[in-house]
């Protein structure tokens, strides 16, 4: 995935409407398991790719709501922080263990030591998180243990985020 490779082109996108989004595409698989997904913060318009940054996001709730039990939560928040505009997903669900953090990364890698090979799935999503995320000049940030939860931050690069008049409607 490198820029010559995606045919569409960096527009403003506001995160926390692409969090509402997502949040009404999960609706019913969060419902069946019994997971609530919560989304907080104020509106963050960077200029990004639309497409990318709803898998990306799209993924991570998708993760946060599977490796999760009934009763569970998964919260999504959207804000300007010193550090850049930041998108958190967290989760307290059935957690990652620490020599894990760095491999869940790579494609196809999935956690033996927990409940997740009894979950579908092929091991591509947190690749293509990476990936959209490094397009995008964001960091991840992982904390995650198991019985305790998963929280993952992307922070964008400062300074590109557009105030304004932008949004319209
Ligand atoms: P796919 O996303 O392709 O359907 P997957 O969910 O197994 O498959 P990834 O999204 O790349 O693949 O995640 C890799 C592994 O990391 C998972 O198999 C799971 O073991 C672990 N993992 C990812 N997110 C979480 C989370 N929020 N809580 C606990 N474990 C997680
Ligand atoms: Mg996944």
Same mark, same amino acid.
């Given at each position: 995935?490198?820029?010559? !490779? ?9 995160? @926390? ?18 997971? /609530? @997904? ?8 960077? &200029?990004?790719?639309?497409?990318? @940054?709803?898998?990306? @996001? ?14 569970? #939560?998964?919260?999504? !928040? ?7 505009? /930041? ?13 894990? #953090? &760095? ?28 990936? !959209? ?9 992982? &904390? ?16 590109? &985020? ?8």
């Amino acid at each position: 995935l490198d820029e010559n !490779s995606i045919p569409y082109t960096a527009a403003p996108v506001d995160l @926390l409407e692409l969090a509402q989004n997502t949040r009404i595409q999960l609706e019913n698989p969060a419902a069946k398991q019994q997971v /609530t @997904l919560q989304v907080e913060g104020e509106p963050v318009v960077i &200029e990004g790719v639309l497409p990318v @940054l709803d898998e990306m @996001l799209f993924n991570l709730c998708d993760n946060a709501i599977k490796y999760n039990k009934p009763g569970g #939560h998964v919260w999504v !928040s959207v804000k300007h922080t010193p550090d850049g505009p /930041t998108l958190t997903v967290k989760d307290d669900g059935i957690g990652i263990p620490t020599e894990d #953090h &760095e491999r869940v990364f790579e494609r196809f890698y999935r956690v033996d030591k927990s409940h997740s090979k009894a979950i579908g799935g092929t091991g591509l999503g947190l690749s293509i998180v990476k990936h !959209s995320a490094a397009y995008h000049n964001a960091r991840i940030e992982l &904390e995650s243990a198991p019985g305790k939860g998963t929280c993952i931050r992307l922070i964008f690069p400062p300074g590109r &985020e557009i105030h304004g008049q932008e949004q319209t409607d």
